[in-house]
Nanobody, 127 residues
Framework: DVQLVESGGSSVQPGGSLRLSCAAS????????MGWFRQAPGKERGAVAR????????YYADSVKGRFTISQDNAKNTVYLQMNSLKPEDTAMYYC?????????????????????WGQGTQVTVS
């Protein structure tokens, strides 16, 4: 079975940094494009970032541009989310996802619909 295991979530002060990791197994890593989503209590799950496996093309939500960086290590079957300058509004459960690949993202809702597999989530709290 496909497994996506997140780690790295923690509680930090505003302005702090965290790096989330997602270890993938159960499939050839390049089969899907990888991304990160987040969901706060009472809010809809939304896309944070996505990386296109082949080209390295990336997508970022407007709210995290310039602060978050998604990257991948194909040899380790792992995708990362480096989060800097964290704000209280970044507080959420962060989910790793494997999805159908798209060269461009015109609507972040397209990413949500493209997800095939989800990780269990890792909590990020900024306070």
């Amino acid at each position: 079975d496909v497994q996506l295991v997140e780690s790295g979530g923690s509680s930090v002060q505003p302005g702090g940094s965290l790096r989330l990791s997602c270890a993938a197994s159960g499939y050839t890593f390049g089969t899907y494009c990888m991304g990160w989503f987040r969901q706060a209590p009472g809010k809809e799950r939304g896309a944070v970032a996505r990386i296109y496996t082949g080209s390295g093309n990336t997508y970022y939500a407007d709210s995290v541009k310039g602060r978050f960086t998604i990257s991948q290590d194909n040899a380790k079957n792992t995708v990362y989310l480096q989060m800097n300058s964290l704000k209280p509004e970044d507080t959420a459960m962060y989910y790793c996802a494997a999805m159908m690949c798209m060269d461009a993202v015109h609507n972040p809702n397209d990413l949500l619909r493209a997800v095939n597999f989800w990780g269990q989530g890792t909590q990020v709290t900024v306070s």
